[in-house]
């Protein structure tokens, strides 16, 4: 199934209507839909190195768009439809634990998490499930979103074809390490000053 849509993304890269195609994906993977911008970023800023900027940019909106979404289905529904959504990802007991971690660090947890491997649809159901504030979900999730798929964007465009490769196989890896790197600096500088 994977490799029919990533075959039906390649050919969907060139389209016209492709631009709607990625927000689409992007607005549904950031509350539910299981498969990640990337499949339909990757194509498209290689098929238009020139656009990399403008698909990040709505890779970003609509996403964040979407986790308003996802953050609303933990608020408002999630007996009904975030458990089922968190249950198929497997990330049912790990709602308590993400909970106190928002508490306990507000943005910056949704921006460390909105950037790892854990599926952003989960940050945001949890944040919504935890009453996060609404503003502070946003400016995280703009940051987070905004920072993962400009990464591959600039990727791409820096480097075309041959980072592909690296990107669907190694691109959660370095977004860890740049979220380590990064809580590990503001840390060094809150202890310097």
């Known amino acids: 199934m994977l490799r029919r849509i990533y075959d039906w ?4 890269a ?3 209507r ?8 992007s607005f549904i993977e950031s509350s539910f839909f299981p498969i990640p911008p990337d499949v339909m970023l990757v ?33 408002y529904l999630y007996d ?11 990330r049912e007991h790990a709602l308590d634990s993400f909970m106190t971690f928002v508490h306990e660090y507000g943005v ?31 400016g995280a999730s703009i940051v987070a979103r905004a920072m ?11 480097f075309g074809e041959p980072i592909r490769v690296f990107i669907e196989t190694r691109l959660a890896l370095v977004t860890t390490a740049f979220v380590v ?3 590990g600096g503001f840390i060094a500088v809150s202890y310097i000053f």
């Open 181 to 183: 790197l990064l809580v």
């Open 43 to 75: 194509p498209m800023v290689l098929s238009r190195r020139e656009k990399a900027w403008w698909y990040a940019t709505i890779a970003t909106v609509a996403s964040v768009i979407g986790g308003l979404f996802g953050y609303a289905i933990g608020y």
């Open 108 to 138: 910056p947890a949704v921006i460390i998490k909105g950037m790892t491997p854990i599926p952003y649809k989960v940050v945001t159901i949890a944040a919504g499930v935890g009453q996060m504030n609404l503003l502070a979900f946003i």
């Open 148 to 158: 993962r798929f400009y990464l591959v964007a600039g990727l791409l465009y820096f």
């Open 9 to 12: 993304t390649m050919r969907m």
């Open 80 to 90: 009904a439809v975030g458990l089922p959504i968190l249950k198929f990802y497997g």
């Open 18 to 25: 492709a631009p709607w195609a990625l927000a689409a994906v």
């Open 14 to 16: 060139a389209d016209k």
